[in-house]
């Protein structure tokens, strides 16, 4: 029978089968005329009119996106595994001492499972109507081991709300093992199991839902999961520290932040309280904000000995979505300073140079780690004259892996009847590939001709230009002007001047930016002739990388419990709205009709 099907069979209610379970209380039956269904991929899940339990529909880019890097994951988990176990092989007597010491491994692995159980049934009435996990056999699991075999991995949704990604992930991502979805919001827990129980056997079988704060369940389960998905309403800065200790050794952390006003500057001693970063308001401030979260992640980590190694950062819509391997070595750690720079940015052009916190110094096999050589640049800016902001610390090693990128987007491309965001999640994907991995932040060329107040060359013209002159440059997925090169500022500043000469300007004011940098004769001679490499890939065969919303009020929606008003309609659209209030309408009318029905029995009863 499908989910419809076994709902029908209730009379439109939930909750009766488990009330045999222990005789625990559960929730109460529910209406389903209240509630709308709502399907994504091959997950159906319940959702109120009322706005009781969050869900954005525009989350679908994220939601793909987590599915085809956690197919991927598997996949080089997988490879990783073999090769492991081939070198164990190779290795030869090693691998007999193994068996000896695997069953009290086995043994402390099962019995820290059952501690943690225990541990985890302090969340009230709800948690009762189902285990806290599900326990593995022991001997199934020493017999995977000795067939040397991978086990599927456990993921944790530690902000589940509807569980609508916990489903997905459940009923679409092939070799997944346990999904635990938590939430410290009791509503949304009633909401995640009842959509459980509506995805039938598959969903059943693989996802639990638990009634907990997920910090303190992530502190209480260290190393025990393979991934860890966080994806709150703002900032995860809070669970950033529990979240890197539960983790698994090779695990990967997916974490999003929506809090972009934060991070990309608009209240920068907000964001260095929550990331202890400062951020700047340049043209490349989402992606400063992924590298944001990504050196907080990484101090995070670095607490407890480990580091990380982003596969994929990417900017979307209203958020910032980062996927990191986390992995634990004291001496790997060491190598975090050289990772992470401070920005200056001038205030009035828009130069801006990189400042490394560390480095090192090798004498024969032995390695020195040192601060950085500074200061980077002089207090006035050289191309303008005018004064620096100074922003970060940020990471300046690459975000992505291009490897991952390329299977990741391979695997997309293989099945893309299975996401229903095929289309932006592809495109997003494509615009990565051809990134310069290497090359931290990027220029507007836009800003570039405000600054001279000059015409704007073609794209194709200034990338040539930077070619020729022996640099290379890419666009990035951030923004569509954005372009990243790894050319020095006054190489920029030389091609503009000699693009000025050709295209000459009216008269500035000679204490203006770009009175200043058009007064120095360039050193560089550009050459504009139409380089080969000019257009990627991507662009040469006219592949779309910017799509437009599918739709208005394509953004961020009510947090879960507001009361929806009219003022909403540029969140929510004006149909979500009226919705809302035709339904209380509804339940009002209702209400009256039951009060005139109770006065006129008891008036009936009165007279008889």
Known sequence: MSAPEDMAGCDGKIGDEAKHQNGDAVPAPFDLNDYTVIKEGEAEILMHVKNEVFYNRTQVNNRDMSIAVLRTFISKRKQEHEAKAT??????????????????????????????????????EISQDEPCSISEDPAAKQEGKGRGEVKPPRVLEALSASGLRALRYAREV??????????????????????????????????????????????????EFDVVDLDPYGSPSVFLDSAVQSVVDG?????????????????GEVCYSKYGSYPLR????????LRILLACIESHANRYKRYIVPVLSVQMDFYVRVFVRIY???????????????????????????????RTVTKNTSVRY?????????????????????????????????????????????????????????????????????????????NLCATLKCTS?????????????????????????????????????????????????????????????????????????????????AQAKKVARFLPNPERHWGPKLRAGRQITSKHVSLLGADAVNAVHNYQEEEEGGGRGDEDERESKQTSTHLH
């Open 87 to 124: 070198r164990k092989m190779k290795a030869g007597p090693k691998v007999e001492v193994e068996p000896t010491v695997e069953p009290e491994a086995l043994t402390d692995t099962v019995m820290d499972d059952g501690k943690s159980n225990g541990e985890c049934e302090v969340s009230e």
């Open 174 to 223: 092939d070799g997944i093992g346990q999904v635990v979805a938590l939430d410290n919001d009791k509503a949304s827990v009633e909401a995640c199991r009842r959509n459980i129980k509506f995805n039938g056997s598959v969903a059943s079988a693989k996802v639990e839902s638990h009634l907990a704060d997920a910090r303190v369940y992530m502190l209480t389960h260290p190393k």
């Open 251 to 267: 695990g990967i952390l997916m974490c999003t932040a929506t809090d972009m006003a934060v991070l990309c500057g608009g209240n």
């Open 282 to 289: 340049g043209k490349y401030c989402h992606e400063m904000a």
């Open 328 to 358: 634990t070595s004291a001496s790997a750690m060491k190598n975090t300073p050289l990772k992470l720079s401070y920005v200056y940015q001038c205030t009035c052009c828009d130069s801006f140079h990189l400042q490394p916190i560390g």
């Open 370 to 446: 040192l601060p950085g050589f500074g200061p980077a640049v002089a207090q006035e800016c050289s191309d303008c004259g005018k004064k620096y902001n100074m922003g970060g610390p940020i990471w300046s090693a690459p975000i992505h892996d291009q490897e991952w990128v390329a299977s990741i987007l391979a695997d997309v491309k293989l099945i893309k009847d299975r996401y229903p965001a095929f289309s932006r999640i592809s495109a997003v994907l494509t615009t990565i590939s051809e990134e310069l991995p290497d090359v931290p932040l990027f220029l507007s060329l836009h």
């Open 457 to 537: 060359p073609s794209a194709v013209i200034f990338r040539s230009a930077v070619i020729n002159a022996g640099y290379r440059i890419s666009g990035s997925h951030v923004n569509p002007l954005g372009l990243k090169t790894d050319a020095p500022m006054d190489v920029i500043w030389d091609i503009m001047r000699c693009w000025v000469k050709n295209h000459p300007v009216k008269a500035q004011l000679p204490d203006q930016a770009g009175s200043v940098i058009l007064a120095k004769e360039p050193v560089l001679q550009a050459n504009f002739a139409r380089a080969v490499a000019s257009l990627s890939k």
